[in-house]
């Protein structure tokens, strides 16, 4: 049997420090996700366009839940300026049951007033 994890940590990286703190910022007003984390700068060596690139880059990791990942894809799609931007879900397979009730809480959608 499979089972789908309930929660997830989502990454990204951008090519600035301001850009990454957008990126964050953006979902957790949007409660796509709990909290999200910069951590930079970061060098990135990858193949790009039939050549390979080194660039400095900042991560960015989201804590959410699968349920909020949809959303959170398009909102980052949306909101990134990369052309093919890195959107990676890594599932949490174990945690703090307080924290994760945390990330639960706060990722909840909010009822319109």
């Given at each position: 049997m499979t089972t789908t994890p309930a929660w997830l940590t989502v990454l990204t990286?951008?090519?600035s420090e301001a850009k990454a703190r957008?990126?964050?910022q953006g979902a957790?007003?949007?409660r796509l996700?709990?909290?999200?984390q910069i951590s930079a700068p970061v060098t990135s060596v990858y193949r790009w366009q039939h050549a390979?690139?080194?660039t400095e880059e900042w991560q960015v990791l989201f804590r959410t839940t699968a349920e909020r990942y949809d959303e959170l894809e398009?909102?980052?799609l949306a909101a990134h300026d990369y052309e093919t931007p890195e959107i990676i879900a890594i599932p949490v397979?174990?945690?703090?049951?307080?924290y994760l009730d945390w990330v639960a809480a706060e990722t909840a959608p909010v009822a319109p007033l």
């Open positions: 990286t951008t090519d957008s990126l964050a957790v007003e949007a996700v709990a909290c999200a390979i690139e080194s398009a909102h980052l397979v174990r945690g703090s049951a307080r």
